[in-house]
């Protein structure tokens, strides 16, 4: 009885060891506890943007639905309930995984791109296809790509460490995948907006890997020719892009034509003044009804700044500046190249779409289209950087433990 009684003490231990067992394994592989800094911060920014979104697009939603609410319900559903679960399981699977999915992930991405154009699932807005519709819910493929791109080029440049400073294994493969997404992305889809924020994205990690500033010159040499070109000569041979060129031509004349091409960023100006310095209040902005273009997308700060004023606008800008310290901190103690890659890439993207945005809004950049991240409309963009997100958490809960 009594050894009968040590085998089965001796047994018990063992039925919840492999918790046990599991915590103590990544402890001994340098899991820590994630960056709760970051976690905190993305909480906020989802919730004010829920907030604001409600306001920013209550006319809309009334005057297309019927329903004052539509816009945030719709953000709710396929963004905060789809992202958050994503990004929770994502944030306990270790980043390495992605390793072994990283080129499977990119052509499902680049199959996505092309179906865009097929009938049946092709939906056309704004007079741009780049979103697929099935079953009700639409997607924007290119929102995808921005993360399996930079997943599989965190694999290649980590693969090509040592040959990343050649001309012949470094540069020129990574121009010709950059190439073929300017063609696909900003040239078939003319999304220049998206293609800039996965150039920018691509070249930030590329020099984190280790490339030369001789091959920084060159590919921002070829990225300024490759803009002019959509911008200037590209309207001139096809007139429907000429919008590009329109937009950068109020830019440089913002009261040139102020009905009519300089509509969009003279309205915004008008709401970010009309606020002050403490706003006019939730749910008060007169240039939601109807006044201010995309009101509840790539304007949505112009609200914010009208209805909450400079201090909360500012406050905003605050909080973006303190989640680029923190995914730039997590960057610099990846424990890999891999996991610097990509903690760098996702910073950059979210941080350069957030500035792009708002300094278009405030007339120091020409209107890009490009939303505000975590604020503006989108629920596949919302859910995309729930995945990303995911992934920096993760490897926050990874890095060096510094002293």
């Known amino acids: 009885m009594a050894e009968k009684k040590v085998v089965r003490n001796s047994k018990r231990p063992q039925r919840g060891g492999s918790d046990i067992q599991r915590r103590v394994s990544k402890v001994a592989s340098g899991w820590h506890e994630p960056n709760y800094t970051l976690i905190g911060i993305l909480a906020v920014l989802v919730v004010f943007g829920l907030v604001m979104l409600s306001s920013a697009s209550s006319v809309a939603g009334f005057e297309k639905f019927g329903d004052p609410n539509y816009f945030v319900k719709h953000q709710i559903l396929y963004g905060v309930i789809v992202g958050v679960p994503l990004l929770w399981v994502i944030s306990k699977i270790d980043y390495h995984l992605w390793k072994k999915y990283a080129f499977p992930m990119m052509l499902v991405s680049i199959l996505l791109l092309f179906l865009v154009f097929v009938p049946g699932f092709s939906l056309e807005l704004l007079g741009a296809k780049r979103w697929i519709g099935i079953g009700g819910i639409s997607f924007q493929p290119s929102e995808l790509v921005k993360i399996t791109f930079l997943i599989y080029l965190a694999v290649w440049l980590e693969a090509r460490e040592k040959e990343i400073h050649d001309y012949s294994s470094g540069l020129m493969p990574f121009l010709i995948m950059i190439g073929f997404l300017v063609f696909m992305i900003a040239g078939v889809q003319r999304d220049l907006g998206t293609m800039i924020v996965i150039g920018v994205i691509s070249v930030?990690?590329?020099?984190?890997?280790?490339?030369?500033?001789?091959?920084?010159?060159?590919?921002?040499?070829?990225?300024?020719?490759?803009?002019?070109?959509?911008?200037?000569?590209?309207?001139?041979?096809?007139?429907?892009?000429?919008?590009?060129?329109?937009?950068?031509?109020?830019?440089?004349?913002?009261?040139?034509?102020?009905?009519?091409?300089?509509?969009?960023?003279?309205?915004?100006?008008?709401?970010?003044?009309?606020?002050?310095?403490?706003?006019?209040?939730?749910?008060?902005?007169?240039?939601?009804?109807?006044?201010?273009?995309?009101?509840s997308g790539d304007s949505i700060f112009a609200v914010i700044a009208e209805e909450m004023g400079f201090l909360i606008s500012a406050g905003l800008v605050v909080l973006f500046l303190f989640f680029m310290i923190e995914g730039y901190k997590i960057a610099k103690n990846a424990p890999d190249v891999y996991g610097k890659v990509i903690a760098t890439g996702i910073t950059t993207w979210i941080i350069f779409q957030a500035a792009v945005n708002i300094m278009a809004m405030l007339s120091l950049l020409p209107l890009t289209g490009i939303p505000l991240p975590f604020i503006s409309y989108g629920s596949s963009s919302l859910v995309t950087l729930f995945v990303a997100m995911g992934i920096l958490i993760n490897i926050s809960r990874q890095t060096k433990v510094t002293k």
Do not use: C
């Open 204 to 295: 930030s990690v590329y020099f984190v890997a280790g490339a030369p500033w001789r091959h920084l010159m060159i590919v921002l040499g070829i990225g300024l020719t490759g803009i002019t070109f959509f911008i200037k000569i590209l309207p001139m041979i096809v007139p429907s892009f000429s919008y590009r060129a329109n937009r950068l031509t109020v830019f440089l004349n913002p009261d040139l034509d102020p009905l009519g091409i300089g509509y969009h960023i003279n309205q915004a100006l008008l709401a970010i003044g009309s606020g002050g310095i403490l706003g006019l209040g939730l749910g008060h902005s007169r240039q939601k009804f109807n006044y201010l273009p995309e009101a």
